[in-house]
């Protein structure tokens, strides 16, 4: 069974750091595309980022681009997502996504597993 799995969300201030981990389980993703989508309450689920299967490749949605980077650990199967400068607006439960392409995109569509997300929550 493959699952995805998120940790490290919490309750922080503006201007706090958190780093959320997705770690990967029944297959490996060591050639796989991987992504961070956030939801708000109210809203869809949107882009955060995504980095490519070798790793030397990330792109973000403009919004967190200089405050939030993503990385992987191929041998443990995990990605990370490191969050610093976090504003109010960052307010939402986060996902990981696992693509069967190389490189991903900012479609929820190009991704096959999820994750059951995790809360992140930044108070004024």
């Known amino acids: 069974q493959v699952q995805l799995v998120e940790s490290g969300g919490g309750l922080v201030q503006a201007g706090d750091s958190l780093r959320l981990s997705c770690a990967a389980s029944?297959?490996?993703?060591?050639?796989?595309?991987m992504g961070w989508f956030r939801q708000a309450p109210g809203k869809e689920r949107e882009f955060v980022g995504a980095?490519?299967?070798?790793?030397?490749?990330?792109y973000y949605r403009d919004s967190v681009k200089g405050r939030f980077t993503i990385s992987r650990d191929k041998a443990k199967n995990t990605v990370f997502l490191q969050m610093n400068s976090l504003k109010p607006e960052d307010t939402a439960v986060y996902y990981c996504?696992?693509?069967?392409?190389?490189?991903?995109?900012?479609?929820?569509?190009?991704?096959?597993?999820w994750g059951q997300g995790t809360q992140v929550t930044v108070s004024s």
């Open positions: 980095i490519n299967w070798s790793g030397d490749s990330t």
């Open positions: 029944g297959r490996t993703f060591s050639n796989s595309a």
């Open positions: 996504a696992a693509a069967s392409r190389r490189y991903g995109t900012v479609l929820t569509h190009d991704y096959d597993y």
